[in-house]
């Protein structure tokens, strides 16, 4: 490799790691169709005894790209890594792929490849996790929710003894990745009175150091930007990377792997974790923005790492990530398991709907006059069509996984906050929503909304 150029290198990396996960995708699939084909038993004994060099091959491979085609000017910083030349980026995500390939295909007969498995953990996910790129992120998380299948010691529990079943480790991944999460909103935007203790509760349960140094890192790389803006883009991108995590683990659930099948998973934990974010625009508006004085709006709050503007500024983007983490729940999560939440899931979805709503909606449905409204401060995060759009399908996802009873009419009535919601009203929010999206506002900077053409249409769609 050394005689060739940067880009030769990283399309030679790109052609092996592509033939590595194209012939592991090949034996899966007809292995999974029960075609045990002379050729395919060959393929696969030949992947197997080959499992450790080509796993330590990738994340070496890994590591030299995230190391020599990053364009930062200083590359000794290791988060994050804003920009990468593109064939970087393309080989990168092969590696990823042909390992999570790898991985899924031989699964428990990597259990004597700790050290292999626990290096590509290492260089393949964490260091990988710090390219500022979606995609990689992406292929860099549904990576990490496949190790647990290698069923290798010490990946989740801290000794390199303890051994644990896939479906114990993916419980722990689960677990580390949600309070990674509940961690870093604590140290960075403590907005829930709530959300300390919920942090110090299942900080308690993790058992690596691995999650809890990652969160020290990007916390103190938060701490140290120049400026709010450099540090809201960070802590976006850590919250991004965590509900990936999150979300590409219970998607493994949904696959159906017989190695999953007693995995456990702490609704409550996560319900918890969604519904502080779904209302964090409510909360940065209410409590921070026009509780604070105008000139002192750009102050950072003690115990925080962010002003009150700088809270307001991102809190839609953190609702969104909410509902990203609520409808990947809704669809990986078995229905059996839901139904005790069914009536939570409902409010939940309610609240975050009537939040997203317009002030002239939300005053019909709440049968206010329009002189409360007009002496109220005015809100503005609300009016985003993005937003509505977002909460619109975790409505629809809610009633098509737990639905509402039958019986569930004005004679029986379930609370969201300090109201009494009746289903009545959950339809009427949603036809309402969608009637004002279907209406074309003479002067649209009269209306109480603001989106682009294509975000209406998404919401209505």
Same mark, same amino acid.
């Given at each position: 490799l050394s005689m060739l150029g940067l880009e030769d290198?990283? !399309? *030679? =990396? !790109? *052609? /092996?790691?592509? !033939? %590595? /996960? /194209?012939?592991?995708e090949f034996v899966r699939q007809q292995l999974s169709r029960g075609l045990s084909s002379t050729c395919a038993i060959a393929e696969y004994e030949l992947l197997a005894s080959n499992s450790k060099p080509l796993l330590a091959g990738l994340a070496r491979s890994i590591d030299y790209l995230l190391v020599s085609t990053s364009t930062g000017d200083d590359r000794s910083v290791q988060f994050p890594i804003e920009t990468m030349k593109e064939m970087g980026l393309l080989a990168l995500k092969s590696c990823h792929r042909a390992a999570t390939s790898l991985i899924g295909l031989l699964g428990n007969r990597l259990t004597r490849s700790s050290a292999v498995v626990i290096q590509l953990s290492a260089v393949g996910v964490w260091k990988s996790l710090a390219v500022m790129d979606d995609s990689v992120v992406e292929s860099a998380s549904l990576l990490h929710a496949t190790l647990p299948l290698a069923c290798v010691a010490g990946l989740n529990r801290g000794s390199t003894s303890e051994r644990a079943s896939p479906s114990e480790q993916w419980n722990d991944t689960l677990q580390e990745a949600v309070t990674m999460l509940y961690m870093i909103l604590q140290a960075a935007v403590p907005i829930n009175a709530g959300l300390a203790d919920r942090a110090r509760q299942h900080e308690n349960q993790i058992r690596s150091s691995t999650p809890k140094d990652a969160v020290e890192l990007w916390l103190q790389r938060i701490g140290i930007a120049d400026s709010e803006t450099e540090r809201t !883009?960070?802590?976006l991108h850590c919250l991004n990377v965590l509900v990936s995590m999150i979300t590409q683990i219970l998607s493994m659930d949904a696959l159906g792997q017989h190695q999953l099948i007693s995995a456990e998973v702490? =609704?409550?934990s996560i319900l918890d974790l969604v519904e502080i974010m779904m209302s964090f625009p409510m909360s940065a508006e209410s409590t921070y923005f026009f509780k604070t004085k105008k000139r002192l709006r750009r102050e950072i709050f003690e115990g925080g790492l962010f002003s009150a503007t700088g809270m307001t500024n991102m809190a839609n983007q953190i609702k969104v990530m909410g509902h990203r983490i609520l409808d990947v729940t809704l669809s990986s999560v078995r229905e059996p398991l839901l139904l005790p939440f069914a009536r939570r899931l409902v409010q939940s979805s309610y609240t975050s709907l009537l939040a997203a709503s317009s002030t002239v909606l939300r005053n019909v449905l709440e049968n206010k006059g329009t002189s409360l409204a007009d002496k109220s401060r005015k809100r503005w995060l609300n009016s985003s069509v993005a937003? $509505?759009?977002v909460a619109l399908r975790s409505v629809k996802q809610v009633l098509l996984t737990v639905g509402v009873e039958p019986s569930q009419t004005k004679s029986r009535s379930f609370r969201a906050g300090n109201r009494k919601v009746q289903a009545d009203n959950l339809v009427n929010l949603v036809c309402g929503t969608l009637v004002e999206q *279907?209406?074309?506002f003479d002067h649209m900077e009269n209306a109480d909304e603001w989106g682009t053409i294509e975000e209406r $249409?998404? %919401? =209505?769609?």
């Open positions: 290198q990283c !399309l *030679l =990396i !790109l *052609l /092996a790691s592509d !033939l %590595c /996960a /194209a012939t592991s !883009l960070v802590f702490d =609704i409550v937003v $509505r759009g *279907l209406q074309w $249409r998404d %919401c =209505i769609v």
